[in-house]
């Protein structure tokens, strides 16, 4: 399995501040993903990234892949309450069926 | 609306106990997946099926097995719940890889819960 590395663990910022999410890897991958997830609910697709040095950008999320489809990074503008939860990366190999997940990225936004 | 569904948000079984979790997707997927998910370890693959009666251990399949006898329905069986095997279930599906990396989503399941005491 090709692992993933997700910093930071947790992050607890307050409404209105920026942050950034890191996903790192020593192993290339086909795509990369990421979900985001609410307690006691399954993980649901945010997006995914496929070319090296892509930048995409959903509302005030922006998602980056690197140049050498080995990390990502996920930053959030203006944080608000409801971008709480924990975020996840999800790499597809070159080869094979199955996505390998990173641990997350637990994040708390406080009024 | 996709949708994959687990048949169970909330289990308790005692040690020893066959456990079984169904989980049931519309969205005719080849794929489908079985994962759990632990605080600190993240996603663990426990089992995954490319086609009906086809499946591949993940990562830790050990103390777990799987059925697939029809393409919208995916198994888990725990042969012999242990208290290790305490955690949340997570079941997902996904097309195949093909040449459009782009169409490689994961749809889950709202997850089972657990409990083996």
């Known amino acids: 399995t090709q692992l993933l590395e997700q910093s930071p663990q947790f992050l607890s910022i307050q409404e209105g501040e920026n942050l950034t999410v890191y996903c790192n890897s020593s192993?290339?991958?086909?795509?990369l993903q990421w979900y985001r997830q609410e307690p006691g609910e399954g993980p649901v697709l945010l997006v995914t990234?496929?070319?090296?040095?892509e930048v995409k950008k959903l509302k005030r999320l922006t998602f980056q892949f690197g140049d050498a489809r080995k990390d990502s990074s996920l930053h959030i503008t203006a944080a608000q309450p409801g971008d709480t939860g924990l975020y996840l990366c999800?790499?597809?190999?070159?080869?094979?069926?199955?996505?390998?997940f990173g641990k997350g990225t637990s994040l708390l936004v406080t009024p | 609306d996709v949708k994959v569904t687990q048949s169970s948000r909330y289990l308790v079984k005692r040690t020893g106990e066959k456990v079984f979790l169904e989980c049931v997707q519309d969205?005719?997927?080849?794929?489908m997946f079985w994962y759990r998910q632990d605080p600190g370890l993240g996603l663990r693959l426990i089992y995954f099926?490319?086609?009906?009666?086809?499946?591949e251990k993940g990562d830790i399949p050990e103390g777990y097995s799987v059925s697939r006898e029809k393409k919208e329905r995916f198994s888990l069986i725990l042969e012999s719940a242990s208290t290790n095997q305490t955690s949340m279930y997570l079941c997902?599906?996904?097309?195949?890889?093909?040449?459009?990396?782009?169409?490689?989503?994961?749809?889950f399941g709202q997850g089972t819960r657990l409990t083996v005491v």
């Open positions: 990234v496929v070319t090296g040095g």
């Open positions: 969205m005719d997927h080849e794929n």
């Open positions: 099926s490319y086609d009906v009666k086809m499946k």
């Open positions: 999800a790499g597809l190999p070159n080869s094979g069926y199955a996505l390998n």
């Open positions: 997902a599906s996904s097309f195949p890889r093909g040449l459009y990396k782009m169409n490689t989503e994961a749809f």
């Open positions: 192993s290339v991958f086909s795509s």
